[in-house]
């Protein structure tokens, strides 16, 4: 089982904050290092504000040198498809090869508008997302010399170089691996069978977990893609202390029930918190990310990695 760390710095963070998360993930020897994107808090006052993710990004591509970077899950809502394309090409050009491409379809109403960003309704919004999904790949996957055209219903490219390229070409259809999440019944599996490197599932129980994937193993065969070809993921809260006491504090520093963190997250004590990632395991999960919400809390990761990792 790969250990992930994974931040939310909507909630407030500076790009200061999350380098210091990412360098001791670097260090401590989690797999990865992962950001949302959003560009709202959702509890608190999110002072000092928010961060922009492929910003972020592009600076922690040259400020680390193994761990890989992504994001869960980059917004369709928020940049043209043809912009972003050449924005992750670019970044996984300056990490060396380290990126990996989360993108959902965008959810967060209250964001867009207090940006000023276009919402359309969750129809459209799908209809983009697979649009995107098919554009960006295209774009990446277009051998040097050849040029990409794309006529959809919401975007059009006509006659485009499609560059730069990615540093990456492991992915499904080229360039770095893509990311794909969500609890869906259809459109979710269908687009995951089709695009996806990783599929994720973000906070859900073990019940849902195995139900959801079973419903996007069923779309690949479908299109006879062998299911093993697909990483299989969750996300999960991170709230583990080495005694009860010490769970308790981080449960209250970000706001949660300790509880309920034990139902639906990752908490307890080291020990708890092993079995529970090898019950996830025995449903097929390869990956976890660890939602990591104290990001001042670097002892929190210390802890993991050297009480939790080396037992999973």
Known sequence: MELRVFTEPQQGATYDDLLAVAQAAEELGFGAFFRSDHYLHMSGDGLPGPTDAWTTLAGLARDTTSIRLGTLMTSGTFRHPGVLAIQVAQVDAMSGGRIEFGIGAGWFTQEHTAYGVPFPGTAERFERY?????????????????????????????????????????????????????????RTPALAAAFADEFNLPFVDEETTA????????????????????????????????????????????????DELRVNGLTGTPEEVVEKIQRFEALGTQRLYLQTLDLADLDHLRLVASEVMPHV
Not at 160 to 183: F, M, Y
Not at 224 to 243: E, Y
């Open 211 to 258: 139900a959801q994937f079973g419903r996007v193993r069923a779309a690949a065969e479908a299109i006879d893609r062998d299911p093993a070809t697909i990483t299989w993921s969750n996300a999960l809260v991170l709230c583990v202390g080495k005694d009860e006491a010490e769970i308790q504090r981080r449960a209250a520093v970000i706001g949660r029930d300790v």
């Open 130 to 186: 697979a649009e995107q999904l098919e554009l960006i790949t295209g774009l990446w996957s277009t051998p040097v010399g050849e040029r990409y055209e794309f006529a959809g219903r919401h975007y059009q490219l006509k006659d485009s170089p499609a560059l730069p390229k990615p540093a990456q070409t492991t992915g499904r259809r080229g360039g770095p691996p893509v990311i794909i999440g969500g609890v869906g019944k259809r």
